[in-house]
C-alpha cells in the first residue's frame, strides 16, 4: 500500500513457505519453522491472496535455516542460510517480472531490513522499506483507515491474549 501510495507498481507476489506445508497444508503448527528471518503462520493462504489481488505469485519452500544469526550478513560458500531462498526467489522475479525494486514490511528488525537490503543489493534491486521504523500505532490506525482485513493468525508476545487468534486488528485496537 505505501510503496503504490508513493508511486511503484504492484507486479508479482513473492513468499516463502516452510518445506512442511508441501505436506501438511491444513496443520498449522507444524508449518511454523524456527526462522529468525521469516514468519510462516498461515503462509498456506497466500496463493488466494495474490488470486484476490489479481497479481502472479512466485512461491518457493524455505530450504535453508538461520545459519548466519550476526546482525550483518555476508554470503559464506555453500551457505544453506535460508536467506539464500531469498536470493533464488527474488532473482527469479527479476528474471521473469523484470522488477526494478522489492518492497517488505520490515518495521523495527534490523536483522530482516539489512538481509533485504543485501540480497536486493546482490541483485542490483531497490529496497524499498517504507515502513522502517514507523510509528507503530500510526501504522496501525493507517491499515484499519484503509480498510485492510488483517487478522491475527499468531499470538507470540507480551499483552496478545490467545482470544485475539483471527479477530481483526479493528476488532481489537482498544485492547
Not at 28 to 36: F, K, L, R
Not at 62 to 90: C, H, M, P, R, W
Request: proline letters at 3%; one cysteine or more.
Amino acid at each position: 500500500l505505501e510503496s503504490v501510495k508513493f508511486g511503484h507498481e504492484l507486479t508479482c507476489l513473492g513468499n516463502l513457505y516452510p518445506v512442511t506445508e508441501e505436506v501438511a497444508a491444513d496443520d498449522i503448527v507444524n508449518n511454523e519453522i524456527d526462522s529468525y528471518m521469516f514468519q510462516t503462520v498461515g503462509s498456506e493462504v497466500i496463493p488466494l491472496i495474490a488470486e484476490c489481488m489479481e497479481k502472479p505469485l512466485i512461491r518457493k519452500p524455505i530450504n535453508g535455516t538461520s545459519e548466519n544469526q550476526n546482525l550483518f550478513y555476508n554470503i559464506a560458500e555453500e551457505n544453506k542460510d535460508e536467506v539464500e531462498d531469498l536470493y533464488a526467489l527474488l532473482k527469479e522475479a527479476k528474471e521473469e517480472y523484470n522488477i526494478e525494486a522489492v518492497s517488505s514490511g520490515a518495521i523495527l528488525s534490523d536483522y530482516q531490513r539489512l538481509r533485504v537490503e543485501n540480497v536486493c543489493e546482490r541483485l542490483q534491486l531497490i529496497s524499498l522499506a517504507y515502513l522502517w521504523q514507523r510509528n507503530q500505532s500510526e501504522l496501525l490506525d493507517s491499515m484499519i483507515e484503509n480498510q485492510i482485513d488483517a487478522r491475527f493468525v499468531k499470538i507470540a508476545c507480551i499483552g496478545l491474549k490467545p482470544t485475539f487468534l483471527m479477530k481483526s486488528i479493528q476488532d481489537m485496537r482498544s485492547e
